[in-house]
């Protein structure tokens, strides 16, 4: 009996190859997606991602709208971050109208990116965490995410799917509320991350899981595409908000935290300190936060206050000269990039000098992400691939458009 | 300054290749050059190389059709040099039906954008290693990006409510 067993182990074990769909429906691939894994035993060989099952046609829906009309769509992109959104679209539109905001719309958008950059961040280190075993992260992450999602219900009354940037500037003023509860937020957060770290970053468990898995050097970082946390996460030192600063970002103090191995270890320290430096962010603005208008004074782009569209003939038929035919856009074409949590989200729109943009394209950090799974994923066991998915950070919403 | 850095993007590319680079657009500080079809590997390998350029990352790779001009279809390359802080637009124009050589040898991230490219535009891409749909079923009839592609797409049993062909 016992020499049977001996004879077993001795020999070579060799298993047919298979083949394994992780997804679309299963708890630990984020949202809708499907791997499909070619293994050697427990071992993977090649990881296809098959994308896709989320897509609406947003690029086709874009070019038969008005250019305001198309904001919410934006807001459906990566769910997760909506204001990030907004904020990467009115940008490329105000680019292509060569407009510049005022200042104050400048700070309230910079305060809404970031916030959306820590509720994006949050549910990625939760979800993260509970993917692999660490379920209380999630509850914590979750509470916070609370806090920052009332913050912009107080914002515009949307908790999700916010619409809040306009062209122009952004849909309503800040509140004194508003100011106060923020500023609740960036003192109890610094707390609340040491909390996480506590842990996640010296646990065994999740060192073990995530150091040395899903490796990217520097040089395939980049020639993978790789953006965002990702990116610096293999110590390629690039942030557009410094490197090609936005909004108010240039007046801003702040570090861009790198990671060394590029491993998801490195990807996880990298976005508990980006959430720090959002905090930071998030205190200055509030400090430096100019009286002034949040709109910029021009009435074929900016619609009336709806207080006086209600009372004033003018104001409505400005409203309904906005909303049913919006404003013509220059002709011309720009490309224009922001920081979003995932990474570089661009907006490409060329526009043909009417009302609706000729060609509207998205450049989602989350599509560019997911393509470096084959290689990160290649040699290593299947339970890491859960690990690499996370840390990769998908959001299905914009990576399927 | 900023000056500066557009004319390095002018004179670079327009000094190597003064033949293929069709027409030179300096648009709202953005600098793009035309390329003919046949020399895109080059020209990509050239700003990816470059000492100057160095254009390390591509952002992206999309293709726009303007219906019913001719040539029809442009394919758009956005790429980005990290050390010199700078962005650069190439395209090709492509008539109905032509094919353009892939850059994934030069970029591996080029993979996927081709892919949505040929998805969306039914533009092909030589070279490319694994050139299928990548959004849409593979059993899917046209390219719905196309100007020609209504909204509410084409009628058949399972969209009534389509427009008839």
Not at chain 2, 25 to 50: L, M, P, Q, W, Y
């Amino acid at each position: 009996m016992s020499n049977n067993t001996n004879d077993i182990i001795e020999k070579d074990i060799t298993t047919k190859e298979m083949t394994l769909s992780l997804g679309p429906q299963h708890p630990s691939a984020h949202g809708v997606l499907h791997l499909i894994l070619d293994m050697q035993g427990e071992l993977i060989i090649k990881a296809d991602p098959d994308i896709g099952y989320l897509h609406r046609g947003t690029e086709k829906i874009a070019e038969n709208l008005l250019y305001p009309q198309f904001v919410p769509y934006t807001d459906r992109l990566d769910y997760m971050c909506g204001m990030s959104n907004n904020l990467g679209y009115v940008m490329a539109v105000e680019k292509l109208l060569g407009i510049d905001i005022t200042e104050r719309g400048k700070y309230i958008r910079t305060i809404a990116a970031e916030l959306s950059r820590l509720s994006g961040h949050l549910l990625c280190t939760g979800a993260w965490g509970l993917d692999l075993g660490a379920m209380s992260v999630l509850l914590y992450a979750m509470r916070e995410r609370e806090m920052v999602l009332d913050l912009f219900e107080l914002l515009c009354g949307a908790r999700m799917t916010h619409s809040y940037m306009r062209i122009g500037g952004v849909r309503y003023d800040v509140t004194p509320k508003f100011m106060e509860k923020c500023r609740t937020l960036v003192d109890w957060m610094p707390g609340k991350l040491d909390e996480y770290e506590t842990l996640l970053t010296g646990n065994r468990v999740w060192m073990d899981r995530n150091q040395d898995v899903g490796v990217v050097t520097a040089e395939d970082a980049l020639d993978l595409g790789l953006g965002g946390p990702n990116l610096r996460a293999s110590g390629v030192d690039w942030d557009l908000r410094r490197d090609a600063p936005y909004l108010i970002y240039d007046r801003l103090d702040f570090n861009v935290p790198l990671g060394e191995n590029g491993d998801c270890f490195d990807r996880y320290k990298v976005r508990i300190a980006e959430m720090r430096e959002s905090v930071r962010i998030i205190g200055q603005c509030l400090d430096q936060m100019p009286e002034g208008p949040f709109n910029v004074d021009m009435p074929e782009i900016v619609p009336p206050p709806k207080k006086d569209v209600y009372k004033d003939m003018e104001a409505l038929i400005h409203h309904f000269k906005y909303v049913s035919s919006g404003f013509k856009v220059p002709k011309g074409e720009v490309y224009s990039a922001i920081e979003s949590p995932k990474g570089e989200l661009g907006f490409y729109i060329v526009s043909d000098g009417s009302e609706k943009p000729m060609r509207l394209k998205i450049r989602v950090p989350s599509f560019c992400n997911l393509q470096a799974t084959d290689h990160m994923t290649k040699g290593g066991y299947l339970a890491d691939v859960v690990a690499v998915i996370s840390s990769l950070d998908p959001v299905f919403g914009e990576c399927d458009k | 300054m900023k000056k500066q850095a557009e004319l390095v993007l002018i004179d670079r590319i327009k000094s190597k290749f003064p033949k293929a680079v069709v027409d030179t657009i300096v648009d709202r500080g953005e600098v793009t050059h035309v390329i003919e079809a046949s020399e895109i590997v080059e020209a990509c390998k050239f700003v990816k190389s470059d000492e100057e350029l160095q254009m390390v990352y591509l952002s992206d790779v999309c293709g726009v059709d303007y219906h019913p001009r001719k040539p029809r279809f442009e394919v758009v390359y956005h790429m980005l040099s990290l050390k010199k802080n700078l962005r650069l637009r190439l395209k090709v124009r492509l008539a109905e039906g032509e094919s353009v050589d892939s850059v994934t040898g030069v970029w591996r991230s080029a993979n996927w954008y081709e892919r949505e490219t040929f998805d969306m535009f039914g533009i092909e891409f030589e070279g490319h290693p694994d050139l299928r749909r990548i959004y849409l079923a593979e059993d899917w009839e046209g390219h719905p990006l196309r100007k020609d592609y209504p909204l509410k797409g084409f009628k058949d049993d399972l969209n009534p409510n389509g427009i008839e062909e």
